[in-house]
Nanobody, 123 residues
């Protein structure tokens, strides 16, 4: 079993920044990648960013490139999402997830999920 716990969400004004953190614990051995997804009210969960646990490879949703940055700390088993120039449309619950397959963008490519952290961007 793997436990993922997100933190760092909150209320921020448009144009501001937030840094989300995700801590992984449990049987994480052999995982390939970690990703961030988000789900706005009434919408489907969507891919935000992902990072390969063994290399420097990262992937971002096209619409978020340049504003969001994913990074990791292997020793601490943590992954981060730096979000800059936030917009009201970034308001959502943000989830981290772990993949034992590859660095992908699809929900079913990720095995374990955290409970999510709410990000609200006011206009």
């Amino acid at each position: 079993q793997v436990q993922l716990v997100e933190s760092g969400g909150g209320l921020v004004q448009a144009g501001g920044s937030l840094r989300l953190s995700c801590t992984a614990s449990g049987d994480t051995f052999g995982h390939y990648a970690m990703g961030w997804f988000r789900q706005a009210a009434g919408k489907e969960r969507e891919f935000v960013a992902g990072i390969d646990w063994r290399s420097d490879n990262t992937d971002y949703a096209d619409s978020l490139k340049g504003r969001f940055t994913i990074s990791r700390d292997n020793a601490k088993e943590m992954v981060y999402l730096q979000m800059n120039r936030l917009k009201p449309e970034d308001t959502a619950v943000y989830y981290c997830a772990i993949s034992y397959r590859w660095l992908g963008r699809k929900i079913d490519e990720y095995t374990y999920w955290g409970q999510g952290t709410q990000v609200t961007v006011s206009s």
